[in-house]
């Protein structure tokens, strides 16, 4: 089925250890986002693609690293868990930058302990 | 920062009525969009309005557009319960680079 989809759906983690969160995509499109979704902030976006290996950083971007060797992978890395990272990861593509509607993955809850 | 805010916060209505949300943004867009959340998942696009329109109709959503006061309405008729979900604006500034910056949504309660 086309989509977009996000794994894991949950992850516990421990404070410095490193943990990539997975997304990926059937529609072929260009543009990959990756928001995080806090209580009382909304989404805020952390660092987005325009096409692979094309990357560019968001609102928020410390702490995290992302690549895109592969039009449909988004994956993002974060290289030492803070506490302040726990939070809900969405990742999303678009066919033409802001222009266009959204479709997004379901989530992952990540927490940081 | 913020570029879209939502009013009210939570909005809580009784199945049949209308519900009616706003967002106000700060700076000048090419299109503002309308999400809706279901407790648990992603968002799910429902509606977009370019900059030059000043209404769009889709089923029971209608959306206006005031970029003279920087705002833009939701009003979904004839609510029904699947409709309790968070509802948030997204705002395409011009000088954005083309990146979608979210409000922090409305919670919309429909009792059956």
């Known amino acids: 089925d086309a989509g977009i989809t996000q794994s894991p759906r949950y992850k516990i983690t421990e404070t410095g250890r490193q943990v990539t969160l997975m997304c990926h995509q059937t529609w072929s499109h260009s543009y990959m986002f990756w928001y995080r979704q806090d209580l009382g902030h909304g989404l805020r976006l952390i660092y987005y693609?325009?096409?692979?290996?094309?990357?560019d950083k968001g609102e928020v971007p410390d702490g995290y690293v992302v690549s895109r060797s592969k039009t449909e992978n988004f994956p993002l890395t974060l290289e030492s868990a803070t506490r302040s990272q726990t939070s809900v990861y969405f990742c999303?593509?678009?066919?033409?930058?802001?222009?266009?509607?959204?479709?997004f993955g379901n989530g992952t809850r990540l927490t940081v302990t | 920062s913020q570029q879209g805010e939502e009013d009210p916060q939570a909005l809580s209505i009784q199945e049949g009525e209308n519900a009616t949300m706003n967002c106000s943004y700060k700076t000048s867009i090419n299109n503002l969009q309308w999400y809706r959340q279901n407790s648990g998942r992603g968002l799910v696009h429902l509606i977009l309005?370019?900059?030059?329109?000043r209404e769009k109709h889709s089923g029971r959503l209608r959306v206006t557009l005031d970029t003279s006061k920087k705002s833009s309405s939701l009003l979904i008729t004839a609510s029904r319960a699947a409709d309790t979900a968070s509802y948030f604006c997204a705002t395409d500034a011009v000088r954005a680079n083309s990146k979608l910056t979210f409000g922090k949504g409305i919670t919309l309660s429909v009792r059956p």
């Open positions: 693609s325009a096409a692979a290996d094309i990357t």
């Open positions: 309005i370019r900059s030059n329109e």
């Open positions: 999303a593509s678009s066919g033409d930058r802001g222009r266009s509607p959204l479709h």
